[in-house]
């Protein structure tokens, strides 16, 4: 690819990665690039930056960092309507992408890789919340302090029920893909990783590396307990068939082969298949499951006796409120994801294990 107007949006973490920025530059401008340079200041910055860049008629966007930024990038991109290219040169803590990608890992041969590729299509999967299975009495309380006809109206819609014990389902999809939806490249995790990678401490991630991982997980198995899961899929008539539930330590849907870059959970999974892999970590006896924990998260191996394997284009998956979510090593909060009536009732219902 020659010839191309590009962006280059930079995650600065400790620093390091500046040092490369004019040997890069000095690649892309070789190629004929025009290329504009940002530097991430602050958390939640690159996707805005990507999605400006996308708005403002780049031809390219490049994320220099790890598996965070690239995902921003992505998004920020998507979020501008999809029609730019996306790059990627890899220098943060984790790199699954470049691996899984065959990237090179110096950001200088990782240009030169970029201004000699062929742009092609990849699949992406979306976490998208469909629904909040809610007490009844918090819809109550919710109902109580907004405007009282138009809920008694869309409840008359909904045919909720309202009595004590009960639960009541809201869904509200969106009218189109935006903000309330959120695409991943590698995997999104729902369980202990997400409860562990959201207590990673930063600084000595970036000191460190991957063993911040490791020591967080040390702190952070002992509190986790299995918690219950659906898993439906979508079938051809739009309805959705139920392939599992049961109690689990850890959900992992994955559109790629690897899992932590060196754990292949989905091998028979391509970027391009159009199918997402699901690999479960059940729950059984305590001392099983503890010891299958340990051993995914920090050995980084799996027992297949222990796991079960889905596939599918179209996934639903239940979980309580509480649960922790990542998507591509970052985790995600829930009311990011909420309408204004999910939030309402999330909050009033107190307890996010019961939702």
Known sequence: MHGKRASLIVNLRSGHTVLKVPEIGAVLNAADWKTDVYLKEYSGETLQLAEQAARDGHDVVIGYGGDGTINAVVNGVLYAGGKRIVGDIPGGTFNEWAGETNIPRDPVKAALALVDSVACKIDLGFFQVTG??????????????????????????????????????????????????????????????????????????????????????????????????????????????????????QVIVNNSRLYAGT??????????????????????????????????????????????????????????????????????????????????????????DKV
């Open 132 to 249: 909040l299975a809610v007490p009844a009495h918090a819809m109550g309380r919710e109902q109580s302090e907004s405007e009282e006809n138009e809920e008694a109206e869309q409840a008359e819609q909904m045919g909720k029920r309202g009595e004590t014990g009960e639960t009541e389902e809201i869904h509200e999809k969106p009218k189109k893909a935006g903000k309330h939806r959120q695409y991943f490249l590698l995997h999104a995790g729902i369980g202990v990783d997400a409860a562990i990678m959201a207590h990673i401490n930063k600084p000595l991630k970036y000191e460190v590396g991957k063993i911040a991982f490791d020591l967080a997980g040390l702190k952070e198995l002992p509190r986790q307990r299995p918690f219950p899961v659906e898993i439906s899929s979508l079938n051809t008539s739009g309805k959705l068939d139920l392939l599992w539930k049961g109690q689990a330590w």
């Open 263 to 352: 754990i292949t959970l989905a091998p028979h999974a391509y970027i391009d298949d159009g199918i997402l892999d699901v690999t479960v970590i059940t729950a059984g006896g305590p001392l099983a499951t503890l010891e299958e924990a340990v051993s995914f998260l920090l050995l980084h191996t799996v027992d297949t006796t222990v796991t079960r394997n889905f596939r599918g284009p179209h996934l639903s998956i239940s979980v309580p409120a509480s649960i922790e979510l990542e998507l591509d090593g970052s985790v995600v909060k829930l009311k990011d994801f909420l309408r204004k009536k999910e939030r309402k009732a999330l909050e009033y219902a107190g307890d996010a």
